[in-house]
T-cell receptor, first 115, second 109 residues
């Protein structure tokens, strides 16, 4: 099946700094990608939909100025957590739809820890 | 607003046992329902996808059913193995998904 990669797999940063997470579709193109966040013992929550060539669509309650999304090409979407705080510590996962009906490929996730 | 609930939150069984994981959703107007497996600190592996017009899907020892009218789905795992130990997530939607909190399964040898 198709592969979605994420980089980095984990990152530790100081409070107030910005962190960029990359999501790549390795062998297929994705005009849309999705970003999810998962807190410990909680479900994955959709944060935003990344659209190639246009602005991302954010879910209610997600600050677009804090979580900057850039869909730079048909194979790359980036999520930048700006001015990170400890409460932003979470597991961030991206996904991209495949060719088949409602097929979804998920990245391995990025563990963010903000000190 | 669609909500997805999974019961039980955790389950421990001995190897070889058959088991059922439950998922319920509040809005029956779904495109499809998917079951995923998540290993600790890892991403998601898709197990089964049931389209809204279907009632069940099977893959190996796994069988998932869907009853849209009652807002329920079950994942049946036959002859469980220690390698089945993971968190199983149920999700509904189209390309953007709404997830339950998952059932953490532990199979002892």
């Amino acid at each position: 099946g198709a592969v979605v990669s994420q980089h980095p797999s984990w990152v530790i940063c100081k409070s107030g700094t910005s962190v960029k997470i990359e999501c790549r579709s390795l062998d297929f193109q994705a005009t849309t990608m999705f970003w999810y966040r998962q807190f410990p013992k909680q479900s994955l929550m959709l944060m935003a939909t990344s659209n190639e060539g246009s602005k991302a669509t954010y879910e209610q309650g997600v600050e677009k100025d804090k979580f900057l999304i850039n869909h730079a090409s048909l194979t790359l979407s980036t999520l930048t957590v700006t001015s990170a705080h400890p409460e932003d510590s979470s597991f961030y996962i991206c996904s991209a739809p495949g060719q088949a009906y409602n097929e979804q490929f998920f990245g391995p996730g990025t563990r963010l820890t903000v000190l | 607003k669609q909500e997805v609930t999974q019961i039980p939150a955790a389950l421990s069984v001995p190897e070889g046992e058959n088991l059922v994981l439950n998922c319920s959703f509040t809005d029956s107007a779904i495109y499809n329902l998917q079951w995923f497996r998540q290993d600790p600190g890892k991403g998601l592996t898709s197990l089964l996808l049931i389209q809204s017009s279907q009632r069940e899907q099977t893959s190996g020892r796994l069988n998932a059913s869907l009853d849209k009218s009652s807002g329920r789905s079950t994942l049946y795992i036959a002859a469980s193995q220690p390698g089945d130990s993971a968190t199983y997530l149920c999700a509904v939607g189209g390309t953007a998904l709404i997830f339950g909190k998952g059932t953490t399964l532990s199979v002892s040898s």
